[in-house]
């Protein structure tokens, strides 16, 4: 319901979010940081701390969605463009999207949602981006013939600031037993706004 809400809106009215830098900066910046900040109020520092100690799950997830979600698109996509199926501008978009980390937020945010593991979706999450700066240039080279630069400086401090600063700020402050117990009596309530589109 709230996805097709949001979707009329935007229909109904473009202009509206297209011109907005508070909506912008809301979406880009805000968002984000809200969803860590929850994160790391509600999560246990064991709890991150085993997460991060789980070396096979992470090669195992990096491999998925850095490796074989871009080769069994290149296996779909590459054929459907041969007969004409689709365009290549279309195929090239496809391998483009798949070729890309996950955006921080919603791997945690859908992670959340389906009752998983949290903690190992926040790790990942994190590790995805980094290891995106160097290895989704690789697969466009690989995979299109073309590749692009990453301004790795720029990347590396934008996950800083919408999910190292947060997910800090939000065990710091579960240090206090009076916000622990605000945040485990209304985890659902919390939850909810990151789950909003």
Request: include cysteine; aromatic fraction near 6%; charge should be positive.
């Amino acid at each position: 319901v709230g996805v097709i809400s949001a979707i009329g809106a935007a229909a109904a009215a473009p202009a509206f979010g297209g011109n907005s830098e508070f909506l912008s900066l809301a979406v880009s910046w805000g968002a984000p940081f809200g969803i860590f900040l929850i994160s790391g109020i509600n999560m246990p520092t064991g709890k991150l701390a085993a997460a991060a100690a789980r070396v096979r799950s992470h090669a195992a997830i990096q491999l998925f969605s850095m490796v074989l979600i871009p080769l069994l698109t290149y296996a779909v996509c590459t054929p459907l463009a041969s007969i004409g199926a689709l365009g290549p501008v279309i195929r090239d978009a496809f391998l483009v999207l798949s070729i890309l980390p996950t955006t921080v937020n919603m791997c945690v945010a859908l992670s959340r949602t389906a009752a998983g593991d949290e903690a190992l979706a926040v790790f990942n999450a994190v590790l995805g981006n980094v290891l995106g700066i160097f290895v989704t240039p690789v697969m466009l080279l690989v995979l299109l013939g073309r590749t692009g630069a990453i301004p790795v400086a720029s990347a590396m401090r934008s996950l800083a600031l919408k999910v190292l600063l947060p997910l800090t700020i939000g065990q710091l402050l579960r240090r206090a037993s009076k916000v622990r117990d605000i945040a485990t009596v209304h985890k659902k309530r919390l939850a909810r706004p990151s789950e909003s589109p």
